[in-house]
């Protein structure tokens, strides 16, 4: 099958639904000039940084509670594209929302480009840049205030570390968010995943509670789930979207 005829394909699949799920991953922002951590230009392939950790110690949280210091300056200067502008796979999924068709955007992004774009119903399953919160007494801050912090960022109530509300290694997903995402995927009639190596747990099981019939899979590279889904798509997540929703 060509990708003229899977394009086409993707678009009946549209057409015919209202019960649409979207499930993406960092693949859906690199269109927006945003890295993504596990392919050759990823953050994961830079190797060791500061005192030798890799991407995913400093990513951790027990990096983040031994070196907090270490751990703001490699968030701040990787973690953060404030400038981002949403592409057009982030377009084509708000206007799919606006239409009826799209019940829920799920991501595993942190970058909020879902909601600039107009997307209502979006579950962020690692949480977002834009939240941060004082973590002795949960005064919420803007991402500016991070930023323009010196070093690591405190509380101006009680002095406080104010931390990113995002999901760092070795801590649990939301559990409100992760559930809400499961019905949403088990009710849907089509579910659309793109972006997503689908090898990170818990997150990549989500695709095991969806028994609809139209599992439709948009990534650059093949994933564990190729064989389970009928509709495979190795192009570019925004152009395909695109091309569906005119």
Known sequence: MNL????????????SSDNIVFFGGAGVSTESNIPDFRSAKGLYSEGAGKKGFTPEEMLSYTFFKTYPEDFFDYYKNKLIYKDAQPNNAHLA???????????AVITQNIDGLHQKAGSKEVLELHGSVYRNYCMKCRKQFTLDYVLESEGVPRCDQCGGIVRPDVVLYEESLNIVTLNK????????EVLIVAGTSLTVYPAAGLIRYYSGKNLVLINKTPTP?????NLVINESIGETLKACVK
């Open 4 to 15: 003229s005829t899977k394009v086409s394909k993707l678009r009946d699949i549209i057409n």
């Open 93 to 103: 999924l708000a206007k799919l929302e606006q239409m009826g068709k799209l019940k």
């Open 181 to 188: 995402s499961v019905q949403y995927i088990e009710n849907a």
């Open 225 to 229: 789930y190729d064989n389970k889904a």
